[in-house]
């Protein structure tokens, strides 16, 4: 399973951009799926994540109320919708899928075991 992550970019603070997240070759349905970022020198943390079913999101309290997880099941696909970005939001973020069908949404990335190549966000002041 190889998982793609793409639409980051590099833009001023306050701007916005999408993520999107797609799979080869398999389906992201039946699957919790998460976002997570790492900045240079930090380490990974959890952003956002979506349950299998896309009734339920968890965010991580520096981005609620700024970015938006969602999953659109005809494209087989999961974006991060960011909003008002802050020079902090910068890192190379990454989506990462559940390896158990119906699995609960986690913050702790050692319980997702698909991850693919990260994109970069880079948020100018």
């Known amino acids: 399973v190889q998982l793609q992550a793409s639409g980051g970019g590099s833009v001023q603070a306050g701007a916005s951009l999408r993520l999107s997240c797609a799979v080869s070759?398999?389906?992201?349905?039946?699957?919790?799926v998460g976002w997570f970022r790492q900045a240079p020198g930090k380490e990974r943390e959890f952003v956002a994540g979506?349950?299998?079913?896309?009734?339920?999101?968890v965010y991580t309290d520096f981005v609620k109320g700024r970015f938006t997880i969602s999953r659109d099941k005809a494209a087989n696909t999961v974006s991060l919708q960011m909003n008002s970005l802050k020079p902090e939001d910068a890192a190379v973020y990454y989506c990462?899928?559940?390896?158990?069908?119906?699995?609960?949404?986690?913050?702790?990335?050692?319980?997702?075991?698909?991850w693919g190549p990260g994109t970069q966000v880079t948020v100018s002041s």
């Open positions: 979506i349950s299998w079913t896309g009734n339920n999101v």
């Open positions: 990462a899928r559940r390896g158990l069908r119906f699995a609960a949404i986690e913050t702790e990335d050692h319980f997702y075991e698909y």
């Open positions: 070759g398999r389906t992201l349905d039946y699957y919790a």
